[in-house]
């Protein structure tokens, strides 16, 4: 149980708006780069391989191929370097993490798309 001081200092600091992103899900992360005084967002795109723990902890791995080499990054999800993430597609996977991927080379590396439901569509054309 966590203590209700805690707790507290922790909503503080917690993001207020969270996107709905799951494991297989292809995404956008924006991350917040800072280059001597200047500050600038660079996206990295990839897929998300695992998600873990909860409350002010709780982090995500998104893996992508750049120039034939596998790379993957760690974002804690309720940090400030972390702008935005945006979903690109939804993949349809049956397992909590695809650490198998890593083995994977070209078109064996995709997922199956997600079906969305109608409620999904049209929510989704609704906030656009």
Known sequence: M????????ESAAKKKQLPKFSIGDTVSVQVRIVEGGKERIQPFIGVVIGRRGRGMGESFTVRRIVNNEGVERIFPLHSPKVAGVEIIRSGHIRRAKLYYLRDRVGKARRLRDRKRDARQAVDAAVQQ
């Open 2 to 9: 966590i203590n209700a001081l805690i707790e507290k200092v």
